[in-house]
């Protein structure tokens, strides 16, 4: 189990930890036999916007998950984070000088056994890396065209249409278009060119973290109190 000891959100941890919510949510849904179509419906989004939460998209607005939770009955655990709860004890009270620290929860996350799960969920964070560091430099984007330009001469008709699909996501920008949750984002996530301009650095952190993710990843430091007994609950996701 890997455990650092400051815990840092990755970005395939981020990614998981969505992905986990998203599908959460979708089975709560499911479990209360509320169809998708009623649920955006009650919420007050699109189908499509449903279907990002349920997906665990990161480009979807913090509120829309919160109204979704919030339907679903299950809000109250984002209330307590907004709310005085967790806030530090006054300096000088009971709490502060206790010498026994509260308990740290311990959350196990880990992916998918399902290797394709697995696999894209690997290939959606290389894209989104790859997405930000060509936004910041389009000498990168360039190198990109040039591979699907160079993959396009080789006259394999089977890619063709997502190789010319990427030209033109290239040229304009549009990086929602492979970034989605969609099938067709996967087709074309399966047929890029992007993730050939990451640094092979950046690309090795991140097979790292998906291989430590496979093993399980624990959120939350021990927290030793004053007789010395690790104090952490574990819980996991």
Same mark, same amino acid.
């Given at each position: ?11 395939? $941890?981020?990614? &998981?930890? %969505?992905?986990?919510?998203?599908? !959460? +949510?979708?089975?709560?849904?499911? /479990?209360?036999?509320?169809? =998708? ?83 894209? $969920?690997?290939? &959606?964070? %290389?894209?989104?890396?790859?997405? !930000? +560091?060509?936004?910041?430099?389009? /000498?990168?984007?360039?190198? =990109? ?93």
């Amino acid at each position: 189990m890997s455990e650092p000891a400051d815990n840092p959100l990755t970005p395939v $941890l981020d990614r &998981q930890l %969505l992905l986990q919510l998203g599908d !959460r +949510l979708k089975r709560l849904r499911q /479990a209360r036999g509320v169809s =998708a179509v009623d649920m955006a419906a009650k919420v007050g989004v699109t189908r499509n916007t449903l279907r990002a939460v349920e997906s665990g998209d990161p480009a979807t607005s913090i509120g829309t998950y919160v109204r979704v939770m919030s339907v679903l009955g299950v809000s109250g655990e984002l209330a307590l984070l907004a709310g005085d709860a967790l806030q530090p004890a006054p300096v000088g009270s009971a709490a502060a000088r206790s010498r026994r620290a509260a308990p740290v929860i311990r959350v196990h996350v880990s992916a998918a056994d399902a290797k394709h799960q697995l696999q894209d $969920l690997q290939s &959606q964070v %290389l894209h989104e890396e790859a997405v !930000r +560091l060509a936004k910041a430099d389009p /000498a990168l984007v360039e190198r =990109a065209e040039a591979t699907v330009q160079r993959w396009l001469s080789t006259g394999d008709h089977r890619s063709a249409s997502l190789w010319r699909e990427w030209q033109r996501i290239l040229r304009t920008g549009s990086w929602r278009k492979a970034l989605g949750p969609t099938r067709h984002a996967q087709q074309l996530r399966q047929t890029s060119p992007l993730v050939t301009v990451l640094p092979a650095e950046v690309r090795q952190d991140i097979l790292r973290q998906v291989s430590e993710l496979k093993a399980g990843v624990a959120l939350g430091a021990p927290s030793v109190g004053a007789d010395g007994r690790d104090d952490a609950r574990e819980d996991d996701s």
